[in-house]
């Protein structure tokens, strides 16, 4: 094999713990970093190298001045690989989106939060640079990342299930939860995980995005079967996805639903935002 | 062959004897309902069980089952070397305990399926080592149910043991040499009496009245009634409910289509070819290569499920592709089912020929 | 009933038992650069074994630890001595893997499987071929088994419809049938460039340039799904019956074998009962076309 | 000396999220040193509005993907608290071995990849895999077992699955327990090598005395729930957090620094230690001996120390734990039931890898959120960092740039900061260049 390739990890706005994953992959497979040489991982080692190959990037793209890092790691990169939900989907990050942004920085950190902390709606990196490859969830699965990289390797484009969740779901012989009142959004998700939150007793929430024939009509009544709200629907409906709803429906969902939106008067909340002295 | 009787209470010394030479599988109790799993303790079987969300074909056609290991390399000179070597997975000697009549059917057709044609080794290796033995069905297992329409309510002549629950005893019928042997090695069965046969006769007839027929029309009558519903307007709202979820028919103790993929070490030289259970349900399933998918919507998709079930396998391998045990309906989430769907496909033809 | 020519190969042994699925290892003697998409591989089983195919079988290709799938066989049994030949388009995820593969690389095949055109059926009649971008590969087996035994067939015309000038298959083969009195060849492309001079259109407006009679003559139509409902509309119409007209169909195949389910047609196996149908059989089956 | 010296440590490394250091001595006065918090906010509490209470802890579990157990551990506290939620024993005791899972990932990633770099020369564990193959096989061997636990008990570690209002949705079996239970002990060996390794690193002795704040509970370790405790005498309920998360404003700073009695306080292993050695296990206190601790401690740099000391203490408390669970055996609970009522409020605290984090929610009738508080760690801890450094500069001015640089990004690493977990940070400073 000629030199190994280089590939490099980056975050934006995430909570890390996609990278995290990645360090926990090494626990049963040391052996890729003999198929790899990893130049940048800020959250594991110091060394910073400019040439890489690969980039990894976890996180959404959540304010102007991301734009131009996203931009040069797309510059470096001969591919890009958005990692988890947060660079693929926008994840919880998108959650913010259902308000104008003024209220988020006003509730969560005052008056002045609006100039001291930058912000816009979050989205995925995609729409901000050509992303070649995706590896979905949150966290990612840490087999899955070991399967793209390996591929990317082999010169192939790597591809994800296209069916829904229940598919895995059904092979373990799950329950079926939502047979047991318990919601899950298994049959709109796209699978690839081993449907492990069903797996351990809880619904699916979304994070792989949605599969492309993705029944959201039919979804809904379920969901109202076990008496669910349209509002409670929505709200599951964008924990991870609101990025893709509001593309879907040409506006965010939610919004009308909450009261600070109408009320022109920012909100701070007394609960959570510092006090003025 | 022959009729024997074992107490209940020695059936416990049966399955225990069983284990020192056999993996003993069988219905257990879940934390929601019952599964085929491997008895590790006699009281773990069930055989009073309703039913289980995936038939026992997962032992005769594991959901994933490797076919060959590779290894890849390349010699001095840079030249590629590629060895392969099969895997016959699961190949041991393992005894499936209380298996219902109708899932007994289903794994009649995959004996069909895999040694007609091209024999599948894979599978006839691991099925050469089943011992089954089933339960006969005394009580419906649920409103799902249609095994009665199905004609599955009786056992197919697949067993090696088959036996029926008459009071306090089990009644064994041996189906092969290899059952009455393990029967009489392994257990205290003894020849049952004229006595015994008449009960049996009694628990038998008892029980028909208990299923209920759901089907508006004789299971013999679906080939035709499918073929005139080829372009009936039930497969269009079928198709818009349908979550395209497949759990129609990896719950289906009939369905046997598989997708192979390769999986690769991490030293990206070693691997296996493996196989996983597939569905026709998928959006992917027909799709080649240029994009054109032979079944691109989901109306064409389960209209492809019904006619599997009720015509095409009929077709092929001369048995009934539906056993009638429910499972599909127990799955799915949007109540699309084999008799509501042949029933109203039945009134949409009435109707149409104007009867 | 479907007559049923599949020839069996003798898969590997192991423990007494066999895999259907287990691939013979073979080796590319030689790589050609085709078009832009397609290349064609000579391959060599070990020992040279003759892969003993009939014109319109297909061969299982595959690279462990990528993938596999089905693949006409372009040679011609009459050329098909210790190597075999199979043209190969970079159509996805496998075959862009094979087109990196250099001369002295190891494929697995599996195969021949599959019914082809019954080639015997033919012999003393007309035959006409339509073909459409790849489908002159699996067309070719077919055509130099007949120019090999030329004096036991009728004319011998050959349709060939490409998408542009640069998606043409086989210009060397082109060139030499025009030369030959005893074939009839015609070749149109869908979007022509500056330079071409020759027929510019869908395939089927080459039959207005072509008499057949309908009595002699067998058609074997190849090409991607979109084209057979309209070759086999004007075949018809040139008082064909549904008999007379074969017809290639591809389908996702993921065994070979007539087990995975994939190829299926209303019931038939396209892996096993075709991928060669007389439109009579197609016309049983709804979702044939 | 130098007059002059400028140190600018763009996103300090193997850090969880993103810090730049900036130290700026001018004619030898130190004219600026500072923590500067880069990370870009991420407003869960404005997101948690109007979400069904279910979702608080899946949602705030992905703050931070290190302390993902511990902020889905408070949450659901927060959230039963407001409901009323009475929680069994059994569900406390799987809580404490997720949790126990989790304080054992984080410690170990921190001391053996981000810490222990530093002192065997290095910049990461990967050059470490070739030149101490043992020492990262131990880590890894260490770490995969804290991710079983947690694996077996809810799920996966990086954000819990099975952990739910009022209880769990998914049991391990005691069979799986027993096995836990035997890699535990097994595990043994490897915490003895660890505490072995540490003993020999040359801690630099750097020290300021400060306040120290973190959870107590009589006669226990305990981690989640409890009291306010610090260091200098008091201890207050959980209800009365803000009293002690206060935000005062710094004489020589505009922003606002969290403070309780003195202008800045510690949390994190060593404000537990400090606070409550006497309730380590005594394999734990034997270690904390070996590696040269004694409450009071007041060695930031000792903080790592005391994260080997509570990896010594949560094994020997996972071993009992798993051991009375095996004893009681495993039922499979319903989660408890909720009660809903207007606006309900409820504080849930725990104490996570780097310290005391609260979580406050006011939830409605309909069980939606109304309103959302979440107080991490590490923005508790920056006043500190800075007082810190501050401390620390003028001692080393006489050092190379580079010994300068390392030993700061040492003391911040030191602190284990988490700074992805930006819900919000009290004290950020955005002085301008
Ligand atoms: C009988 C027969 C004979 C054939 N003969 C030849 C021949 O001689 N020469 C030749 O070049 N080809 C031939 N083919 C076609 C060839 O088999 C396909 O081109 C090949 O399978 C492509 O495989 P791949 O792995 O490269 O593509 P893949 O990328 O694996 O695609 C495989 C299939 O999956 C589909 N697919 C799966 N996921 C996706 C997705 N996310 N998006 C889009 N598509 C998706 C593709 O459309 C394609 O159908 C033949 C096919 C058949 C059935
Ligand atoms: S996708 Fe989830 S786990 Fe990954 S960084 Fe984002 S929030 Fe964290
Ligand atoms: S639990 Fe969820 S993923 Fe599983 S079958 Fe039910 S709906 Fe599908
Ligand atoms: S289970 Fe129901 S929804 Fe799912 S694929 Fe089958 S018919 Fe469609």
Redesign the pocket.
């Known amino acids: 094999m000629s030199a190994k390739p280089k590939i490099a990890f980056f975050d934006f706005t995430s909570c890390e713990g996609c990278q995290l994953t990645v360090i926990d992959a090494l626990q049963t497979h040391l052996g890729l970093l003999d198929l790899v040489e990893i130049v940048q991982f800020r959250e594991a080692m110091s060394e910073k190298g400019q040439n890489y190959q690969i980039a990894f990037v976890e996180g959404s793209c959540t304010r102007k001045s991301d734009e131009a890092r996203l931009l040069a790691i797309r510059e470096q990169a001969s591919a890009v690989v958005a990692l988890g939900a947060c660079a693929h989907l926008g994840g919880v990050n998108s959650m913010k989106n259902r308000w104008p942004i003024e209220n988020v920085q006003t509730y969560v950190y005052g008056q002045n939060g609006k100039d001291a902390y930058e912000s816009y709606p979050a989205r995925p990196i995609s729409a901000v640079i050509k992303v070649d490859a995706v590896i979905p969830g949150c966290p990612i699965d840490r087999h899955e990342f070991l399967r793209v990289v390996q591929m990317m390797l082999q010169g192939r484009t790597p591809?994800?299930p296209?069916y829904p969740l229940c598919v895995e779901c059904k092979l373990r012989e799950n329950a079926c939860l939502n047979t047991l009142g318990i919601l899950c959004l298994g049959p709109i998700t796209r699978a690839g995980c081993e449907a492990i939150c069903p797996s351990y007793g809880d619904g699916c929430e979304g994070c792989r995005g949605w599969h492309p024939e993705a029944n959201f009509d039919y979804m809904r009544e379920i969901l109202r079967g076990h008496g669910l709200s349209d509002h409670e629907i929505d709200a599951r409906f964008t924990m991870f996805n609101h990025y893709q709803m509001e593309q879907m429906s040409g506006h965010a969902p939610l919004s009308e639903a909450v009261a600070p939106v109408t009320d022109t008067s920012l909100p701070t909340s007394s609960f959570a935002a510092p006090k003025e002295d | 062959m022959s009729l024997y009787i074992l107490s209940k209470e020695k059936l416990p010394a049966f399955v225990e004897a069983l284990q020192a030479g056999f993996r003993v599988v069988g219905p257990v109790r879940t934390p929601t309902g019952f599964a085929f799993e491997e008895i590790t303790q006699a009281d773990q079987l069930q055989l009073d069980y309703t039913t289980t969300i995936l038939p026992p074909k997962k032992y005769f056609l594991p959901q994933r089952e490797t076919l060959f290991k590779y290894h890849t390399g390349s010699n001095p000179e840079g030249a590629q070397s590629v060895d392969v070597e099969p895997v016959f997975q699961d190949v041991q000697p393992t005894v499936i305990f209380g298996m219902h009549t109708c899932d007994m059917s289903g794994i009649m057709l995959y004996d069909k399926v895999f040694s007609e044609g091209f024999r599948d080794e894979h599978y006839m290796t691991r099925r050469d080592k089943m011992v089954i033995i089933g339960i006969e069905c005394l009580h419906p297992c649920d409103d799902a149910s249609f095994c009665k329409d199905m004609g599955t309510l009786t056992a197919p002549p697949i067993y090696d043991l088959h036996m029926t629950e008459v009071d306090d005893d089990y009644l064994i019928d041996t189906g092969s040499e290899k059952g009455e042997r393990l029967l009489l090695n392994y257990s205290e069965a003894k020849m049952a009496t004229t006595d015994h046969m008449q009960r049996l006769g009694r628990v038998l007839s008892a029980k028909w009245p208990r299923f209920r027929m759901r089907l508006k029309m004789s299971k013999d009558q679906t080939p035709s009634l499918l073929t005139l519903g080829y372009n009936a307007h039930i497969w269009e709202e079928l198709g818009e409910r349908c979550l395209a979820c497949g759990s129609c028919t990896n719950v289906c103790p009939t369905c046997f289509c598989f997708d192979v993929q390769d999986e690769l070490d991490i030293n990206m030289q070693d691997g296996e070819r493996v196989r996983v259970w597939d569905s026709c349900q998928l959006h992917?399933f027909a799709?080649?290569?240029?994009?054109?998918?032979f079944r691109e919507s989901k109306a064409s998709r389960v209209r492809h499920r019904l006619m599997r079930k009720g015509k095409y396998i009929k077709q092929v391998h001369g048995l009934s592709g539906c056993t009638g045990c429910g499972r599909c309906e127990r799955a799915c989430l949007v109540d699309i089912t084999i008799p509501g769907t042949l029933n109203a496909l039945h009134d949409e033809m009435k109707v149409e020929s104007g009867v | 009933m479907i007559p049923n020519l599949t020839t069996t190969t003798t898969p590997r042994a192991y423990n007494g038992h066999t895999s259907i699925y287990l691939p013979t290892i073979a080796t590319i003697e030689d790589v050609h650069n085709e078009t832009e998409l397609?290349k064609i591989y000579t391959v060599r089983l070990p020992g040279g074994q003759n892969l003993g195919h009939t014109p319109g079988q297909?061969v299982m290709v595959s690279l462990p630890g990528?993938?596999?799938?089905?693949?006409?066989?372009?040679s011609s049994p009459s050329r098909t001595g210790q190597t075999f030949r199979?043209?190969?388009?970079?159509?996805?995820?496998?075959?862009?893997?094979?087109h990196q593969l250099k001369p002295g690389d190891k494929v697995g095949i599996r195969g021949p499987f599959?019914r082809g055109f019954p080639v015997d059926l033919y012999k003393g009649k007309d035959v006409l071929i339509a073909a459409g971008g790849?489908g002159l590969?699996?067309a070719r087996s077919l055509i130099d088994e007949i120019l090999d035994n030329r004096a036991n067939f009728g004319r011998l015309i050959i349709l060939y419809g490409a998408r542009s000038p640069a998606e043409i298959l086989f210009r060397d083969a082109l060139a030499e049938w025009n030369e030959r009195d005893d074939v009839e060849s015609l070749l149109t492309v869908d979007r022509p460039d500056e330079a071409w001079l020759g027929h510019v259109g869908v395939i089927t407006r080459l039959f207005e340039h072509i008499q057949v009679n309908p009595y002699h003559t067998v058609a074997i139509t190849v090409g991607p799904p979109v084209m057979y409902r309209f070759v086999v509309m004007e075949l018809l119409g040139k008082g064909l019956t549904p008999e007379q007209i074969w017809m290639?169909?591809?389908?996702?195949?993921k065994c070979g074998v007539g087990k995975c389910g994939h190829?299926q047609v209303n019931h038939r196996y396209?892996?096993q009962d075709?991928?060669a149908w007389t439109y009579a059989e197609a016309l049983a089956f709804e979702e044939a076309l | 000396m130098p007059e002059n010296i400028k140190v600018n440590v763009h996103h300090v490394t193997r850090v969880e999220g993103h810090g730049n250091i900036v130290v700026d001595v001018r004619d030898g006065t130190l004219e600026k040193c500072e923590l500067q918090i880069v990370e870009t906010p991420r407003f869960f509490e404005a997101m948690l509005r109007g979400r069904p209470y279910q979702q608080a802890s899946h949602i705030t579990s992905r703050i931070c993907g290190i302390c993902a157990v511990g902020h889905a551990t408070a949450s659901l506290r927060a959230t039963e608290r407001a409901l009323q939620v009475q929680l069994s024993e059994q569900t406390k005791l799987l809580r404490r071995l997720a949790f126990h899972g989790e304080i054992l990932d984080s410690h170990i990633l921190h001391v053996y990849m981000l810490v222990a770099p530093d002192f065997l020369g290095v910049g990461s564990v990967i050059p470490l895999a070739t030149s101490h193959p043992d020492i990262v096989k131990r880590a890894l061997r260490m770490k995969k077992f804290s991710g079983d636990l947690c694996q077996t008990i809810v799920g996966r570690h990086t954000h819990p699955i099975a952990m739910t209002v009022g209880g769990f949705t998914h049991f391990a079996t005691v069979q799986e327990l027993v096995e836990l239970r035997e890699r535990a002990e097994a595990l043994i060996a490897d915490v003895d090598a660890t505490v072995e390794l540490f003993g020999t690193l040359p801690w630099p002795a750097f020290e300021r005395e400060t306040e120290f704040i973190a959870l107590v509970q009589p006669d226990d370790y305990g981690l989640i729930d409890g009291k306010i405790g610090s260091s200098d005498g008091y201890e207050l309920e959980l209800d009365d957090y803000r009293q002690v998360t206060n935000e005062r404003l710094a004489p020589h700073s505009t922003a606002k620094h969290a403070a309780f009695n003195r202008d800045s306080y510690m949390v994190g292993a060593l404000a537990r230690y400090n606070l409550k050695h006497q309730h380590l296990s005594p394999r734990a206190k034997a270690a904390a001996a070996h590696l040269g601790l004694s409450a009071p401690c007041y060695r930031p740099y000792l903080n790592s120390a005391a994260q080997v000391v509570e990896i010594v203490h949560c094994i020997d408390d996972v071993i009992q734990v798993l051991d009375t669970l095996i004893e009681r055996g495993i039922e499979r609970e319903d989660p408890a039931p909720v009660t809903l009522s207007p606006h309900a409020r409820g504080v849930g605290a725990c104490d996570v890898p780097r310290g005391i984090l609260f979580h406050e929610y006011q939830i409605g009738e309909d069980g939606l959120i109304e309103e959302a508080n979440c107080v991490i760690p590490t923005g508790q801890n920056l006043a500190n960092i800075d007082r810190d450094m501050r401390a620390l500069v003028p001692s080393i001015l006489t050092e190379p740039e580079e010994q300068i640089t390392l030993k700061l990004e040492m003391l911040v690493r030191a602190y284990d900061p988490c700074i992805s977990c930006s819900t919000h940070f009290l004290n950020v400073e955005f002085t301008g260049k």
């Open positions: 591809r994800l296209d | 992917e799709l080649v290569a240029g994009g054109h998918n | 397609e297909f990528v993938g596999e799938a089905p693949i006409s066989v372009m199979l043209c190969i388009r970079n159509a996805g995820d496998l075959t862009n893997v094979i599959g790849l590969a699996p290639s169909f591809e389908r996702r195949m190829c396209s892996c075709g991928p």
